[in-house]
């Protein structure tokens, strides 16, 4: 997970890094210890909680699609990425333009991409 080797940027940026799956809270926190990962991972099995709500479900699958969602504190959406696959993910600098366009500790800038 390259946002973990990069979190100091995030955070540097005034963003929280989250991630949601479908997984057990154990088997979330088994990732966390494996990857050494700075960040929680939220278990949302069924994507009631987030997953469906931000619009990355596959209800064929019952999985979340591979996505990342800057949200504001205000809690607007400033940048959503799909990926078709867990191998398509935005690079890094990407995501940091974003952070650096978009102040999303005030909800400032229209994230649109």
Known sequence: ???ARKY???QERGAEITAISV???EQN????DKLLLPFHILSDPDGE???KTYGVWNEQGHIAIPSIVVVARDRTIRYLY???DFAD???DAEV???LAESDVRRGVGDGTR
């Open 1 to 3: 997970m390259s946002f």
């Open 8 to 10: 100091d940027q995030f």
């Open 23 to 25: 997984d057990t809270t």
């Open 29 to 32: 926190q088994a990732m966390i």
């Open 49 to 51: 909680l987030a997953i």
């Open 82 to 84: 799909k990926g078709k």
């Open 89 to 91: 993910r935005p690079g």
């Open 96 to 98: 940091l333009d974003v």
